[in-house]
């Protein structure tokens, strides 16, 4: 088979990480239920155990499903090891308490997922480690606060769920002037649009649930980059248990199949309709890097080969009740807490990615109450952006 570092990632969508766990001749990787993996030689058995030898010995460690939907992911990111969880919040836990002491520093942005957010204002601080959030695009103030000293930076670039773009290459550089440790969440971008470690990232996260799958059924994260880190981060989770289910790799493997068809439609329609919607007389403001009006645009043109599926935009009547009677009006898009799947999906960060925070902790990330997030599929885009057109005529 041609070398993991010369396909392009079309093809390592469909062959990575597979070859190894076909059997009997199947074309598909089998689902692995077994809880436990026997062996009749106790010296191997302690060899795998140890970790000296490759080989399975629980399946709250390691699966081979499980693995062939990591080695998958870190084939497309270009990582030297990867390791999953149970959810995407599931990873990002893993990695921040697998990583970090007491004592020690993050400095991070203000506007991360909700659920990451939460971790750095509740959970960490209670652990005596401190945390540090800067204004998102203000490069700058984020590189003097690493300057200062600290032990890890998290990015997330493009933002949830205002699209707001970091400089992955500039802000690594300014961690490892201090030696800090750099994660970035890539959820929004998948490897498909940007590759965090060639820029410099130690480590490169996603929500698998998300637009690996694709598909809304089932859930996961999986984090990518060097292997002293995720062997730590690895060793984390098997002990906390948050163990991605075998069920759920082989659906993820599956959705991953499609992931390069569904990122070039979805980065051509977020396109069309950001570009739609910002000359339409109710909208207020648009929020997608692919657009030239975007804060980030030029640094998205320099560090991403697509924009994305994800934009998010402002009615001018700027309420959230405009939001309430806005979003029953669009018949092509759930209204649910999800994105990146196969369908479209819609929904204000009160009731998605920023649930778990108040109306004022939404304001000080700079997320008003009125914004609605929208996660465009892979319909006709005509078709979406006539229901969107055919939304937005009251509110003309």
């Known amino acids: 088979m041609t070398n993991e570092h010369t396909m392009k990632a079309a093809t390592q969508c469909i062959w990575a990480g597979e070859e190894d766990y076909l059997l009997q001749g199947a074309t598909q990787v089998p689902v692995v239920h077994s809880v436990s993996f026997g062996y009749r030689d106790v010296d191997e058995w302690q060899a795998v155990a140890l970790g000296q030898k490759a080989g399975h010995i629980y399946g709250r460690n390691t699966n081979p499903t499980v693995h062939a939907f990591e080695e998958k992911v870190r084939q497309l990111e270009g990582g030297e090891a990867a390791t999953s969880a ?15 002491s007491p004592g020690q520093r993050v400095v991070s942005v203000k506007d991360t997922y909700g659920g990451t957010n939460v971790l750095f204002t509740e959970f960490l601080p209670r652990f005596q480690i401190g945390v540090t959030l800067c204004d998102t695009t ?11 000293g600290c032990n890890l930076v998290y990015l997330e670039s493009p933002t949830n769920p205002t699209t707001k773009v970091m400089d992955i290459a500039r802000l690594a550089a300014a961690a490892h002037a201090v030696g800090a440790i750099v994660i970035v969440d890539n959820t929004f971008a998948t490897p498909i649009n940007q590759n965090p470690l060639a820029l410099g990232a130690d480590l490169v996260l996603h929500s698998a649930t998300k637009f690996l799958g694709g598909h809304a059924d ?26 991605l289910h075998p069920m759920a790799a082989y659906l993820l493997l599956r959705g991953m199949k499609t992931l390069a068809l569904r990122i070039r439609q979805q980065n051509e329609s977020a396109l ?54 806005f979003l029953p009006r669009l018949k092509l898009a759930h209204a649910a807490a999800n994105l990146g799947a196969v369908e479209t999906i819609v929904g204000p960060p009160a009731t998605t990615s920023h649930v778990e925070c108040t109306p004022e ?35 003309t």
């Open 86 to 100: 149970a959810t995407g919040m599931g990873i990002i836990s893993s990695a921040l308490f697998g990583l970090l």
């Open 361 to 395: 902790e939404r304001a000080a990330m700079g997320i008003p109450e009125s914004l609605i997030r929208y996660s465009t599929g892979i319909e006709d885009v005509d078709d979406l952006i006539a229901d969107l057109e055919g939304a937005l005529r009251p509110f």
């Open 138 to 148: 203000d490069h700058a103030q984020i590189e003097a606060e690493i300057g200062q």
């Open 218 to 243: 089932a859930l996961g994260g999986v984090i990518v980059g060097r292997k002293d880190l995720v062997d730590q981060i690895y060793h984390y989770r098997e002990i906390n248990g948050a163990t």
């Open 272 to 325: 069309q309709i950001a570009q739609f919607l910002e000359g339409h007389p109710a909208i207020e403001q648009v929020f997608y890097p692919g657009l030239a009006s975007h804060s980030g645009h030029a640094i998205a043109q320099k560090q991403m080969r697509g924009f994305g599926g994800m934009l998010s935009f402002m009615l001018k009547e700027n309420s959230f009740d405009a939001v309430r009677r």
